[in-house]
């Protein structure tokens, strides 16, 4: 199996604190893997560093044996996402369009809807971002990452603030994309979202590594 990442006594500490202290680390890729441990041990801090959105305060983390930030190829999922004060369709399109892939950007759209729910993507492309609920706006910020195709999808608590409905829908989402080969890292403390994506898991803020 091939190697995306590669973490070698990983720290991170903020204001003097130790946030986060993980001796080794290596994740395959397709594979699946679930971060557990209570509020405080590490979790969302492994993901922002597994996002390259931050580096450890000391230690190394490697991907494919090099220490790079191939911030393209990943993309992290927030437990309250962020999203533009603008309508459905430019949210979710925003990557794309960054990229400068403007081309059949709203088959592209009804896809990403559509693998999250949303059978009705044309009803939904007009409505403003503040208009929707907690659960409609993580399905959109979810939808707006399975767009773009990562290689790493990275999950904080995907499931932990939304309703029933919006639950089950990202989590068909997840398991499909998973499908398809993508690597999936995500953060939880609900058994059935273990359950239901399955994989490794690994308990943060204890003495198990791999």
């Known amino acids: ?11 991170q500490v903020y204001q003097g ?15 699946v893997l679930g971060l557990t441990g209570p509020n405080g041990s590490g979790k969302s801090t492994l993901l922002r560093l597994l996002a390259f959105l931050e580096q450890p305060a000391s230690g190394k ?21 962020y999203l533009l004060r603008d309508n459905v369709f430019r949210n979710v399109t925003l990557g794309l369009t960054l990229r400068g892939k403007k081309n059949a950007l709203y088959d592209a759209y009804t896809a990403a809807m559509r693998s999250v ?15 929707l609920s907690g659960g409609e706006k993580q399905r959109v910020a979810l939808a707006a990452r399975l767009i773009l195709h990562p290689t790493v999808l990275l999950l904080d608590e995907p499931t932990s603030s939304v ?3 919006s639950a089950r829908a990202i989590v068909h989402a997840v398991r499909e994309t998973i499908a398809e080969g993508t690597t999936v890292v995500y953060a939880t403390h609900d058994k059935n979202l273990q359950n239901a994506l399955g994989g490794r898991i690994l308990q943060i803020g204890t003495s198990i590594t791999f």
């Open 1 to 11: 199996m091939t190697v995306l990442y590669e973490g070698y006594d990983l720290k």
């Open 61 to 81: 983390l490697l991907w494919h044996g090099v220490e790079d930030a191939p911030r393209r190829e990943i993309t992290l999922l927030l437990q309250e996402p």
């Open 17 to 31: 604190i130790t946030a986060l202290s993980l001796p080794k680390f290596v994740l395959h890729k397709g594979e």
């Open 117 to 131: 729910g949303f059978d009705k993507a044309d009803d939904m492309a007009k409505r403003p971002s503040h208009a």
């Open 163 to 165: 309703d029933a409905l």
